[in-house]
């Protein structure tokens, strides 16, 4: 039995990443709340006066920040344990592999990673009034990583003949102005490191036809 080490290769890397999706499902539901939060509040205060809100009742206008706090800082500690246990070394892993991932690879890693730490930070930091800066920094930095996101779904989508990756990187695209459809662009794209992962497996492994010596004439 003949084992390809660039087959393997690819496999190890889809494996880290199909690793580090799972930890995005449940990272992406508690963000996904925090920013909705963060929007509803935020388009909220022109109608409601939030401003003079806070400047009145300060305490109140703390309290109402306590759940963003608590999701994101929830949300954003499971997704880096994600991206930098899983996904981004399997990311990188596959540039090594292949270098025409290696653009992809740059921005997943400067903009998810970097740009969740920092809404980590910012959601430590909320209470004042760097915290709100820090956030806002961080979300540029995560649209960022999901353009990274995006040229890696298309890039896959021209590797691996696999359609899911297509329709998974259209809906991280328009999941930066409608956040709810990310979670179905994870769960397509984990399907597609699924199949990805079991043809890779199997190409590693493949058993090579059996060519029979040549005998010699009698």
Same mark, same amino acid.
């Given at each position: 039995?003949?084992?390809?080490?660039?087959?393997?290769?690819?496999?190890?890397?889809?494996?880290?990443?199909?690793?580090?999706?799972?930890?995005?499902?449940?990272?992406?539901?508690?963000?996904?709340?925090?920013?909705?939060?963060?929007?509803?509040?935020?388009?909220?205060?022109?109608?409601?006066?939030?401003?003079?809100?806070?400047?009145?009742?300060?305490?109140?206008?703390? !309290?109402? =920040?306590?759940?963003?706090?608590?999701?994101? +800082? %929830? @949300? #954003?500690?499971?997704?880096? *344990?994600?991206?930098?246990?899983?996904?981004?070394?399997?990311?990188?892993?596959?540039?090594?592999?292949?270098?025409?991932?290696?653009?992809?690879?740059?921005?997943?890693? !400067?903009? =998810?990673?970097?740009?969740?730490?920092?809404? +980590? %930070? @910012? #959601?430590?930091?909320?209470? *004042?009034?760097?915290?709100?800066?820090?956030?806002?920094?961080?979300?540029?930095?995560?649209?960022?990583?999901?353009?990274?996101?995006?040229?890696?779904?298309?890039?896959?989508?021209?590797?691996?003949?696999?359609?899911?990756?297509?329709?998974? @990187?259209?809906?991280?695209?328009?999941?930066?102005?409608?956040?709810?459809?990310?979670?179905?662009?994870?769960?397509?794209?984990?399907?597609?490191?699924?199949?990805?992962?079991?043809?890779?497996?199997?190409?590693?492994?493949?058993?090579?036809?059996?060519?029979?010596?040549?005998?010699?004439?009698?």
């Amino acid at each position: 039995m003949s084992a390809s080490p660039i087959k393997h290769d690819y496999a190890e890397a889809y494996r880290e990443m199909r690793e580090g999706v799972l930890y995005q499902f449940i990272a992406w539901i508690l963000l996904g709340i925090g920013i909705t939060y963060v929007f509803t509040l935020t388009i909220g205060s022109s109608f409601a006066g939030f401003h003079h809100m806070v400047t009145e009742n300060f305490g109140l206008g703390m !309290l109402a =920040l306590v759940p963003l706090a608590i999701f994101l +800082l %929830i @949300g #954003a500690i499971i997704s880096l *344990i994600g991206l930098w246990g899983k996904f981004i070394p399997g990311v990188k892993k596959l540039a090594n592999v292949n270098p025409e991932f290696s653009t992809s690879s740059t921005f997943v890693n !400067l903009g =998810l990673f970097w740009g969740t730490l920092l809404m +980590l %930070i @910012g #959601a430590l930091t909320v209470m *004042i009034v760097v915290g709100v800066f820090i956030m806002m920094i961080s979300f540029i930095l995560i649209i960022l990583g999901y353009i990274g996101i995006l040229l890696l779904c298309f890039k896959l989508n021209d590797f691996e003949k696999n359609s899911l990756y297509l329709a998974a @990187g259209i809906l991280f695209l328009i999941g930066i102005i409608f956040p709810i459809l990310d979670f179905v662009a994870w769960i397509l794209l984990y399907i597609a490191l699924v199949e990805s992962l079991r043809k890779a497996n199997s190409q590693a492994t493949q058993i090579p036809p059996f060519t029979p010596s040549p005998q010699p004439l009698a």
